[in-house]
């Protein structure tokens, strides 16, 4: 190949030939990797608009199935739209950073990272891309899932306020999962796997108030139920979006999300540099 | 002689396999250095140590006076790597790929564009700046991958098998380019298992054979340690009757074809002589066989020029 470069040094050439001065990799400052990363994982999703378009679709149609066929059965008066909406914006919340999963192991297969991990970068800037994109395409699902159970007759008796925090707290309940799926994403041997344990994850929220309350549950079910994280995240979002009585669920909801985040990113940049370096 | 890579007694275990067992390396600055050696060798444990990627047991190393082990982050800015696997995102294009790495290395937005644009034109991938990377052949990936490795100007190059699956124009473009890159100063330390590629390209050869360096040198001095010319016998079909490794002289040369001449092959009707240099495939050969094979140790002990054999 001819390259269109000029090289100035003749082409006969002695292995002790004096090198020009050679730069140094510079060190990036700031947040400039994570921008960086962002976008890249942000261009990944807009390249894949399959995937994007199922997530949304898919938790709609699980809203719209949970709201017609279980919630006929469950209450014909239809109400049931109004006690299951939080339920399916964690599963759908569920669902969609499970991708998340799957998009990290994928990237931990291909040779890119460990281009990245010859790099003088912060380890986990690669995992925070995948985890903010994950987080914004998530809260746009939720928004449609709320909007498309407004249409079916959810009747919420939030005020703007509420919304504001019923969103924060679900912002920050998809990062706590997702940064939980993206640890699991590096800890898993490959993509398949990841999204087997993804799988797992989602069964949570059945195991939760979020489609019968707990109290239907059988005795031994009962303080499983009670306790696991997502019970405390729903009865939040409940209590904001229909004014259900919020008790201590707020804050033991705030602790769960903040622990699962910090576990999960210490986690995931202690894998990232232990174990990244698998083919 | 300035050294770019150093090593000294370098030693991984995983497991049970001992895939490295002390072994030793100087790469002296601006050269091209290959490490030769069969699959599993410990050709990309080397890499993987060098470039910070695995933690050595035992044993030091330094690139360009930056200790892997205490220094990983200085090491790191030294170095770039193009590894065994395709170290390209396939999800974006060529240019998003190369403005990524840019700005992961420092640069602006506007510089790491500038910096894409040459490396494109530099590399013949214009016309595919725009495509997703998926859509590459093989040869266009690679030299994607090692455009990536180019947006800054570090001094130490690793290459980890970089031609492996390509054809043979592909694998002959880069090997252009390598050298340009050497010629204006880059050192590159290179894996690979094929022997025209280290003889082709490389100033020195390292042949890696059960986690240690079995040789060392530049090839002519390798092939120099299997000895001089070979005197074969071939029958009518062309295959290979008897072999003899001579030092290359006039006088060896006549005793060989004499010896020939007596011995019962020679009367084999068709029968040729034929006398051809060593290869480095010989070498190669001699040295990682394990036992001592006769007809190249004999030839290497009467050669004279026995490399050190650590």
């Known amino acids: ?279 | 002689m300035e050294l770019a890579i150093q090593a000294r007694g370098l030693r991984k275990r995983y497991g049970s396999t001992e895939v490295l067992a002390g072994l030793d390396l100087a790469v002296p600055t601006g050269s091209i250095f290959a490490l030769l050696g069969p699959n599993g060798a410990g050709k990309t444990t080397t890499i993987g140590i060098l470039t910070t990627l695995v933690r050595a047991d035992a044993g030091e190393a330094t690139v360009v006076g930056a200790d892997v082990r205490t220094a990983p982050g200085e090491v790191q800015r030294r170095i770039a790597l193009t590894g065994q696997s395709a170290a390209v995102d396939g999800e974006l294009t060529a240019i998003e790929n190369l403005v990524m790495l840019g700005r992961l290395s420092g640069l602006d937005r506007r510089q790491a564009r500038a910096k894409a644009a040459g490396l494109l034109a530099r590399f013949e991938l214009e016309g595919a700046a725009k495509r997703r990377v998926s859509t590459f052949s093989g040869g266009m990936r690679r030299r994607l991958d090692l455009s990536l490795s180019l947006v800054v100007d570090v001094p130490v190059l690793f290459l980890d098998e970089p031609t492996t699956g390509l054809d043979t124009r592909s694998r002959q473009e880069l090997w252009a380019i390598i050298r340009s890159l050497a010629d204006a100063g880059t050192t590159v330390f290179l894996t690979t298992q094929y022997l025209e590629e280290a003889d082709r390209l490389a100033d020195r050869i390292a042949v890696l054979d059960h986690g240690v360096i079995a040789a060392e040198g530049t090839a002519a001095e390798l092939k120099a340690r299997v000895g001089g010319e070979f005197v074969e016998l071939r029958d009518a079909d062309g295959d290979l009757l008897r072999e003899i490794p001579t030092d290359g002289s006039v006088h060896a040369l006549r005793g060989a074809i004499d010896e020939l001449d007596r011995s019962e092959l020679g009367a084999v009707p068709g029968a040729r002589i034929g006398i051809r240099r060593p290869s480095l495939d010989d070498v190669f050969l001699a040295i990682t066989a394990g036992g001592t094979p006769g007809r190249t140790a004999a030839s290497a002990a009467r050669s004279g020029e026995l490399l050190e054999t650590k």
């Open chain 1, 1 to 279: 190949m001819t390259t269109t470069t000029t090289t100035t040094t003749p082409p006969a050439r002695t292995a002790t030939a004096a090198a020009p001065p050679r730069a140094l990799r510079p060190r990036i400052r700031g947040t400039v990797a994570e921008r960086v990363f962002v976008t890249r994982s942000l261009l990944q999703e807009l390249r894949d608009p399959e995937a994007l378009l199922m997530a949304v679709v898919l938790p709609v149609m699980l809203m719209l199935m949970f709201t017609f066929i279980f919630g006929q059965a469950i209450d014909p008066s239809g109400g049931y739209v109004d006690y299951v909406v939080p339920g399916i914006i964690l599963l759908c919340a569920g669902f969609g950073a499970s991708s998340t999963a799957v998009s990290v192991s994928r990237d931990m297969t291909t040779g890119i990272i460990e281009r990245f991990r010859t790099m003088p970068l912060r380890s986990g800037a690669v995992l925070t891309g995948h985890v903010i994109v994950s987080v914004i395409r998530n809260l746009l699902a939720t928004a449609v899932v709320i909007g498309v159970a407004l249409l079916v007759g959810f009747r919420p008796s939030a005020t703007a306020l509420d919304w504001l925090a019923m969103f924060g707290v679900v912002a920050l309940y998809i990062l706590a999962i997702t940064y939980l799926f993206a640890a699991i994403g590096l800890a898993a041997s490959s993509p398949e796997a990841a999204n087997g344990y993804g799988f797992i994850l989602l069964f949570l929220p059945y195991v939760s108030s979020a489609f019968v309350p707990v109290e239907t549950m059988p005795d031994w079910l009962r303080p499983i139920a009670e306790h696991q994280p997502i019970t405390p995240v729903i009865e939040t979002i409940r209590s904001f979006l229909v004014g259900t009585p919020l008790g201590s669920s707020g804050w033991i909801a705030l602790a769960w999300c903040l622990g699962i985040v910090l576990v999960a990113a210490v986690w995931g940049a202690w894998l990232f540099r232990r174990k990244a370096g698998r083919r």
